[in-house]
């Protein structure tokens, strides 16, 4: 099993190192920006960079099952499952704003066990392996010891439809934490936290593919993962509250208070 998880995570790594070559190529080019649905972003790239990552992973892997944004976002859950988000932060990419990531991560029945997040701007790759801790390039990470939300520095993120619900929690956070950021890449919000750059973070709506990088990353760096009220996480869930533990109780009653206003 041991040299299993570092193919594996070689994999992951080399199929996001081969995407960023592609994202970084358009960088101050034209991106052909399409629409799924109203407001939701995708761009060409998007689609170049999933079709890429998934050649990778079946070549090597070709009875695992792959979830990934663009192509095959419904596929169901099997033993060996790959979750891929080609770009996280289409956004902020569309306009060369550059706070973007590539996010593959794998999972044996149903455990987390790789995951990968590479900025592309920043040349910071992330990584994880279950057990193994967590690594920003080469350097091990963990969660800040920051104790009070008072003194917190949260990231979060909106859905592209966005909610009376989500602007409520962000307005009570505004005043409760040091300061909240809204950057635009879920998976980096998570690595972010993970590697002590900020101390929680909440969003709803959250897709598997834009988590389940992060999620890894953040649990082999300390960090803890739940939904609202403190339950199990779930990739397929719709709310997502993580932290460096210390503010976490914190973090949920507030989140209590915020949602009876
Ligand atoms: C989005 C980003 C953003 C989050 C949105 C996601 P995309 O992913 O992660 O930070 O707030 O909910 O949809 O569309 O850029 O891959
Ligand atoms: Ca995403
Ligand atoms: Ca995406």
Known sequence: MKNMENEYLNTAIFAAKESAKILLSYIGKEKNVD???????????????????????????????????????DSSRAEYTWYIDPLDGTTNF????????????FEIDRKLQVGVVLDPTRSELFRA?????????NKKISVSDTRFLKNSLLATGFPYVITE??????????????????????ALDL????????????ELDLKPWDMAAGKIILKEAGGIIT???????????????????????????????????
């Open 35 to 73: 629409y799924k649905g109203k407001i939701n972003l995708v761009t060409e790239v998007d689609r170049k960079s999933e079709d890429n990552i998934i050649q990778i992973i079946k070549e090597r892997y070709p009875s695992h099952q792959i979830i990934a944004e663009e192509s095959k976002p």
């Open 94 to 105: 569309s306009h060369d704003y550059p706070i973007f990531a590539v996010s593959i991560a």
């Open 129 to 137: 392996v279950k057990g193994k801790g967590a690594f920003l390039n």
């Open 165 to 186: 619900r989500s602007i409520k929690l962000f307005n009570h956070f505004l005043s409760k934490a040091q300061a909240v950021r809204r950057a635009g890449s879920a």
């Open 191 to 202: 690595c972010y936290l993970a590697s002590g750059r900020v101390d929680g973070f909440w």
């Open 227 to 261: 939904n609202f009220t403190g339950g199990e996480h779930s990739l397929f869930g719709n709310n997502t509250l993580a932290s460096n533990r210390l503010i976490h109780k914190e973090l949920m009653n507030e989140i209590e208070i915020a949602e009876k206003e």
